[in-house]
């Protein structure tokens, strides 16, 4: 399987609460920008992380989603989860 990309959590968001209002995702680099200052809540992530429970089979703690911060630790986590580590 290949690594879950950003451009893949963008349009999990998106899919589950809607576009940035601060950031401009197709465009600006937004992989340190923390998750709140893009607009999105721990109750976004919680929602794309159920999406990826289904899609792709794998389950993420809630304590380790509240953990992450980040675009970037997003990914890290769910591609430690498939058993990938991102580019």
Known sequence: MNAF?????IEKLRECAGDSDTYD???????DVPFLELGYDSLALLQ???VLDRELGIELSDDEVAAVETPRLF???VNDALGLRAA
């Open 5 to 9: 990309t950003l451009p893949e959590l």
């Open 25 to 31: 995702l197709d465009t600006d680099d937004v992989n």
């Open 48 to 50: 794309v992380t159920g």
């Open 75 to 77: 990914l890290g986590l």
